[in-house]
């Protein structure tokens, strides 16, 4: 690993030369509010106490009711999985509410991203799809961008108007070590991870602002990467269709005003199982990276029919090299994982390893400190905090792979108890874009 990586001061340096080229970052396609569930394990098992906690369900066809909701902690508690699930009842919203003390924050890996870059300094092209008065008073007023009238301004627009329609995405964050007693059987929690919870009608469509897209053809120049997300939420295939097929033509419009911007498409953890093979067959041979966590590539993955173990490295490359095969990205793919980020592909002339360690390093400091990071918490980040060993087991498989595709892997520091693991990877997703300025 390249020892300026270990050098708070080259690496600030490094983050102020890519703000003065003054390029910006877009981020799409949806934003929402995130209603941050606070733990609290007595009410948790006193709420476990009023039902009898038996098999799993088929939770593909979402949450309905309080039973089905505890039987869904019960499972992610038991194996330490997140995940993304629908809530199908607005009652039961309300009785989550009732039920716990909820904080607010912003919501989407769009508009999480957005503001992560933001706070770093960097001006963003925001597309949004949910704005409401608590969004406004959440976001960053001074550095989050949209494009109006052929020109950069804040997010606070007439054009974006207001959006109070009720769409909470719930979000119950555990962490290691916390306890649940189910049936008098106490459950311990192996992992910290999340779950999301949505209900959120407008998502669903996820309505596209022809506004935005305009400006970015008329600003390409000043974009260095466009990150596309947010279909994860859309279940009817015909409104996904009319999407995909939208988002394609603008594509090729940027391109063509623009040929080095780098399209990268980020992975979710999708409502309907049936429409990723579709989203990605679309997509990929338009972008330049497809972008996952362990657990969104393991789901990739199990639906083509590909055995893997993701724990086997030389498994894992495998499986890299099946996924760009068969959808055919312009460079490859970039993992992101609790131990460490690499990318897997094409050797390309971007700053991949910049990427990898700022969407670590930024990844890091919201997990340690529970909110976006700026620069001076960059530059009082803790470099005594050690390598996780599985994230140095991957750097140095990495050093020795012969293969003809460039291997890149940066590690993370271990943080065993982490304040927060909500919105990780949308903001090592808004770091890693730093790699293509």
Same mark, same amino acid.
């Given at each position: ?12 340096a ?15 396609? *949806?934003?929402?509010?995130?209603? =941050? /569930?606070?733990? +609290?394990?007595?009410k948790?098992?006193?709420?476990? @106490?009023?039902?009898? %906690?038996?098999s ?38 309300r ?7 909820i ?27 949910v704005? *409401?008065?608590?969004?406004?008073? =959440? /976001?960053?007023? +001074? ?5 109006k009238?052929? @020109?950069?301004?804040? %997010? ?6 207001y ?10 964050q ?6 649940i007693v ?9 992992n ?19 506004e ?10 000043k974009?260095?990467s ?13 409104? =996904? ?11 090729? @419009?940027?391109?063509q005003e ?15 199982a ?22 969104e ?10 055995k893997?173990?993701?724990?086997d ?18 460079y ?6 609790k131990d460490?980020? =690499? ?14 360690h700022f ?34 087991k ?43 300025i």
């Amino acid at each position: 690993m390249n020892q300026n990586w270990n050098n708070l001061e080259l690496m600030c340096a490094k983050l102020s030369e890519k703000k003065n080229t003054g390029k910006l970052v877009a981020m799409t396609l *949806s934003s929402c509010i995130d209603y =941050l /569930i606070c733990w +609290d394990s007595a009410k948790i098992n006193s709420w476990y @106490k009023q039902y009898t %906690i038996d098999s799993s369900l088929d939770y593909s066809k979402g949450i309905a009711n309080a039973e089905e909701l505890l039987k869904l902690i019960n499972d992610m508690i038991i194996t330490g999985n997140g995940g993304d699930f629908l809530i199908t009842s607005k009652e039961l919203c309300r009785e989550i509410e009732e039920k716990f003390e909820i904080e607010y924050a912003i919501g989407g890996t769009g508009a999480q991203g957005a503001c992560a870059l933001a706070n770093m300094g960097f001006p963003v092209a925001l597309h949004t799809t949910v704005f *409401s008065d608590v969004m406004k008073k =959440l /976001i960053n007023n +001074d550095l989050v961008l949209v494009e109006k009238d052929g @020109k950069l301004q804040s %997010i606070i627009t007439e054009r974006l108007g207001y959006d109070n329609d009720y769409a909470p995405h719930f979000i119950l964050q555990f962490n290691r070590g916390i306890e649940i007693v189910v049936n008098d059987d106490v459950h311990r929690a192996e992992n910290s991870n999340r779950l999301i919870l949505t209900y959120d009608h407008k998502n669903s469509i996820t309505p596209l602002d022809e506004e935005y897209f305009k400006v970015l053809v008329q600003n390409a120049s000043k974009v260095s990467s466009m990150v596309l997300s947010g279909f994860n939420t859309i279940i009817r295939k015909e409104i =996904l269709q009319q999407r995909l097929e939208s988002v394609n033509l603008w594509i090729d @419009k940027i391109k063509q005003e623009n040929p080095e911007i780098v399209f990268y498409l980020e992975g979710a953890s999708y409502h309907s199982a049936a429409i990723i093979p579709y989203i990605y067959a679309t997509l990929s041979p338009k972008v330049n990276i497809l972008g996952f966590n362990e657990e969104e590539l393991g789901d990739i993955l199990r639906i083509n029919g590909k055995k893997y173990d993701l724990d086997d490295l030389f498994d894992l490359v495998m499986s890299l090299r099946f996924i760009i095969d068969l959808y055919k990205p312009k460079y490859g793919i970039v993992l992101h994982t609790k131990d460490y980020s =690499l990318y897997f592909g094409k050797r390309c002339e971007k700053d991949i390893e910049a990427g990898l360690h700022f969407g670590n390093l930024m990844a890091g400091i919201k997990a340690r400190l529970g909110r976006y990071g700026k620069l001076d918490d960059l530059r009082g980040y803790d470099l005594t905090i050690p390598f996780s060993p599985e994230g140095l087991k991957m750097m140095n498989f990495a050093e020795k792979y012969e293969g003809t595709e460039q291997l890149v892997v940066a590690p993370n520091r271990f943080l065993k108890n982490p304040t927060s693991t909500i919105g990780l990877g949308d903001t090592f997703t808004a770091g890693m874009q730093l790699g293509f300025i």
